[in-house]
């Protein structure tokens, strides 16, 4: 789940029936402990609780410090051991989070700067972004956010160490574009420029001098254009439709999680909708919690937009919402709520 391994029906069986002995309370220690730092109730555990709070709290050591801590707090057999290193891991992810909206930041910063040069222009077929004060083990994160917001392929770098002339870079692709092979048309025809590369379609890491930068930017840019030929890159978006608003209810949540566990090459179900925003305010410092009513005038019901903040809400009209249908347990509450993943203006 955490490392988007396809769902078949092999592995279904197998995270299914792994979720249900987490739930009756037969995860190892530190998995336990992980869930509870991350504050997930392990009675009611479902797959996404593994992919944003277990691991991004175990990658955070590997990112930043040593991964052999997360290791330790996944082999501990001693509850307090496993609960003291998860804590050091929740610790590193709050410092990962930390740098990665400062990166992120300045990336989208040097991203309106060449939107600025090019006036009316389109922004060309794929980006390289770099700064020597970026961290090598943060810019996969940032080229996957930078990736979605501009809906480019995406290049971001980072010294390999602190002041070092060699650059780790850590490439985000968009679907109809194989930015593995990409690279290795880079590499056929620039024998050299990359020290190292390899990926697959989505993601690929490569290293290079520094001096080589702009001479690969070029390269890459070629390559692009050649993979595309003439094709332009148009955001796509599939969702399962529109849900009546007397149906956005606990029951069909319950039974949507119920269905589950949900993952690579088998999604959760997306929806679509428009909404009345009656309530909004900002919680753990980076989400906005809403309060929300279709506009067929149904009961109101709790939203949560992860990584969103007011001043992304539309200016006025209603709001429009991909979203998933989720159970919310809270202080021994079960309620229905919306988590949305992308919200523009209904007007």
Known sequence: IADLVPLDHNNRILARQGLERIRRGNGNPGLLALLRVGKR???????????????PRLNAAGRLEDMSVGIRCLLADDPDEAGELAGQLDELN?????????????????VRAVLDELRDRDLPD???????????????????????????????????????????GSARSVRGLHIRDALA????RNPGMMSAFGGHAMAAGLTLAQDRLPSFERALEEAVRVFLDGRGLQA??????????????????????????????????????????????????????MVVRPLDGHE????????????????????????????????GERSCQLVVERFVSGD
């Open 126 to 168: 794929c980006l390289c972004l770099h700064d020597p004060d970026w961290h090598q083990g943060i810019v996969g994160l940032v080229a996957s956010r930078i990736k979605d917001a501009i809906h480019r392929p995406v290049v971001v770098f980072a010294p390999e160490s602190e002041g070092a002339s060699v650059l780790k």
């Open 94 to 110: 709050h410092s990962r989070r930390s740098m990665q909206r400062t990166m992120q930041d300045e990336a989208m910063a040097k």
């Open 185 to 188: 048309y880079v590499d056929a």
């Open 236 to 289: 796509e978006i599939m969702t399962d439709g529109e849900i009546p608003g007397p149906d956005i209810n606990l029951e069909l949540a319950g039974r949507l999680r119920d269905l589950g566990p949900w993952g690579q090459q088998f999604p959760e179900p997306v929806f679509e909708g428009a909404f009345e925003v009656l309530d909004h305010r900002v919680v753990g410092g980076a989400h906005l919690k």
């Open 41 to 55: 109730d392990y009675r009611h555990v479902v797959a996404n609780d593994l992919g944003f709070a277990v691991a």
């Open 300 to 331: 109101p019901v709790d939203a949560i937009a992860f990584g969103r903040l007011p001043e992304d809400l539309p200016a006025s009209g209603a709001l429009r919402a991909l979203y998933r249908l989720d159970v919310n347990h809270f202080r």
